[in-house]
């Protein structure tokens, strides 16, 4: 059974990450899931995509356990992210649940994020010996670097009220879902050319694309999850146990 699931009704399609028991963790298998929805969403005729999820978590981040397991490729995460920026429909995240490392990517790569008040946010790669890489480059586009600097160097977690004083999402709700669907009434009330335009100008940045930029952290990503660090990172949280770093 998917575990990312899509419903298109007019202008409008609505994917929901659904895998309660992994806490919708990037493995493959669920990546493929998402790919095969945005398949379905990414079609003439829907403007605006959302991008939710069921309870409890909207997303934990990457799946340690295949991570650990042997070496994965990160093509389909960066491809995900790089749809959902790229994409000429206008897409939301809704988040009521927890964010992790990945999950702040693929998130963050949406143009608008409504969460709720009590969500809290967390780039957790540096405590399990890697970097928050390859979801940089979305994050990078949203934030200043300085603002970023505590969270990605320390691990720690932070509340709504934060992530939208750095810029990484754009409204806090009570209601997500009634914010979101105010979001795409007016969406859907501007010149669907003028509103695509409009979206690519945003996403504009005087670097390289995101195409590149995205290669260029996908290859770091991996180097990194297969060091020392990495795979020490990895055996400590799935044993629950500190990790011991060695000073290089």
């Not at 409204?171 to 010149?191: F, K, N, Q, Y």
């Not at 979206?199 to 694309?209: C, E, I």
């Not at 795979?231 to 044993?239: S, V, Y």
Request: aromatic share 4%; glycine share 8%; proline share 5%.
């Amino acid at each position: 059974m998917s575990v990312v699931s899509v419903d298109v009704a007019g202008s409008v399609a609505r994917i929901t990450l659904d895998s309660a028991a992994t806490r919708n963790a990037l493995s493959t298998p669920f990546l493929a899931d998402f790919h095969a929805a945005l398949d379905l969403a990414l079609v003439d005729g829907v403007r605006v995509i959302v991008v939710g999820h069921a309870p409890p978590v909207f997303c934990a981040g990457a799946d340690l356990k295949e991570r650990a397991a042997g070496d994965v490729d990160s093509t389909p995460m960066a491809q995900a992210m790089e749809r959902l920026m790229s994409a000429r429909q206008v897409t939301i995240a809704e988040v009521a649940g927890p964010v992790r490392a990945g999950g702040v990517g693929l998130m963050a790569s949406c143009d608008l994020v409504v969460v709720a008040p009590d969500v809290t946010f967390a780039f957790t790669e540096v405590r399990i010996g890697v970097a928050p890489a390859i979801i940089s480059v979305p994050v990078l586009r949203r934030c200043p670097a300085s603002r970023l600097a505590a969270a990605f160097l320390t691990g720690e977690s932070f509340a709504a009220a934060a992530a939208l004083d750095m810029g990484l999402v754009t409204h806090i709700a009570d209601e997500p879902r009634g914010c979101v669907d105010r979001l795409v009434t007016g969406v859907l009330a501007g010149a669907p050319a003028a509103v695509a335009a409009t979206k690519k100008l945003l996403w504009s940045t005087a670097t390289a694309d995101a195409g590149a930029d995205l290669a260029r952290m996908q290859a770091l990503s991996e180097r990194l999850f297969r060091s020392a660090e990495g795979q020490e990172g990895m055996r400590a949280f799935l044993e629950k146990r500190p990790p011991a770093w060695q000073l290089s």
